[in-house]
């Protein structure tokens, strides 16, 4: 009989692996997330009892952690211990096939709980004082879906279009994201296929409380399109975009005024820095540079639980101090 039979782990190495997944138990509510996603969840009155939906909801969160699908996640499930405990699996209790997680990811599609997911992490971060919402900055990103006609139906996706970029093409979905000022964490998501203008979506970014916008220059006529927030005697929102790179190369730094719209622009440049991160993180940390289902709802669902999860892997630290037990004043 070997060590894996008994189900041990006598290794006392704490792998990058277990020390996110040991974060994340702590700063996900999960609680919270389990009584969203509970009403929704079968019954289970005929067939076999259905798993728990924490359980599922934590191999839903693993798969979007580790970049992983459906069958990859079922066998990461059979294949290593420490997925098997974070979602609370002995090794004698049975295993969510790939059919099990296809369904929950489904019931989560079908009454859109990755928004109210999204929504539930934003309201813990504003309870926390992390999500202050002064301020508002946005921004898209390109995320590139399969070209290629080498399928079942021999086309490519109809709801992805191509766009330029400089002197390169691309193929897929834009992820437009409003990111808190303050914090730089995500507020509010849109997905749209590649060609969408990023100006567009400029105005519906915003939640309505702040009374700060920043955009690059790409998002140049945003306070002048139709959908551009109406002032209010309590909120006066104001636009702050970026100068044309072509305007900015001709200023004379020589000239006093051309001199201050460059540390204007300076100043611009470093508040949107913070947009970059969210992007930074479900790319580069999560693995999600392409789109893995078809069509723009799927994916956009997808966005928004990947981005909920990113606010918390930026905030951890500050959640993790806010968890811990205060010290009893003269122990």
Do not use: C
Request: net charge positive; proline share 6%.
């Amino acid at each position: 009989m070997q060590q894996f039979d008994l189900g041990l782990n006598l290794s006392t190495k704490k792998t990058r692996k277990r020390e996110f997944l040991e974060q994340m138990q702590q700063v996900v509510p999960w609680q919270e997330l389990v009584d969203l996603i509970a009403p929704y969840a079968p019954e289970g009155r005929k067939g076999r009892p259905p798993f728990p939906v924490e359980m599922l909801l934590r191999i839903h969160f693993m798969q979007q952690w580790f970049n992983l699908s459906d069958p990859a996640m079922e066998e990461a499930l059979h294949d290593m211990p420490l997925f098997r405990e974070f979602v609370g699996l002995s090794w004698g209790s049975a295993t969510p096939d790939e059919s099990t997680i296809l369904r929950f990811r489904h019931l989560l599609e079908r009454h859109k709980l990755a928004e109210q997911i999204l929504k539930t992490v934003t309201d813990l971060l504003e309870r926390k004082k992390l999500l202050l919402r002064t301020g508002t900055i946005v921004d898209a990103t390109l995320i590139a879906a399969p070209s290629s006609t080498k399928n079942s139906t021999k086309s490519r996706d109809p709801e992805m279009h191509q766009t330029k970029k400089g002197n390169q093409w691309y193929f897929g979905m834009k992820a437009h994201i409003g990111v808190d000022a303050d914090s730089g964490l995500v507020h509010t998501v849109r997905g749209t296929s590649a060609n969408v203008s990023d100006v567009v979506e400029a105005n519906s970014l915003l939640h309505g409380k702040e009374v700060d916008g920043y955009g690059d220059a790409g998002y140049q006529g945003a306070d002048k399109r139709p959908d551009m927030p109406t002032p209010e005697p309590e909120r006066k929102f104001q636009w702050h975009i970026a100068m044309k790179r072509s305007q900015r190369k001709a200023l004379d730094h020589q000239h006093p005024i051309s001199a201050l719209q460059e540390q204007l622009e300076q100043v611009k440049s470093k508040i949107r820095a913070k947009v970059e991160h969210p992007f930074r993180v479900i790319k580069l940390q999560f693995g999600h540079v392409k789109v893995r289902y078809r069509g723009l709802r799927k994916n956009t669902q997808q966005l928004h639980t990947l981005f909920a999860l990113a606010n918390l892997w930026m905030a951890r630290g500050r959640l993790l101090v806010n968890s811990q037990p205060k010290p009893v004043v003269g122990a």
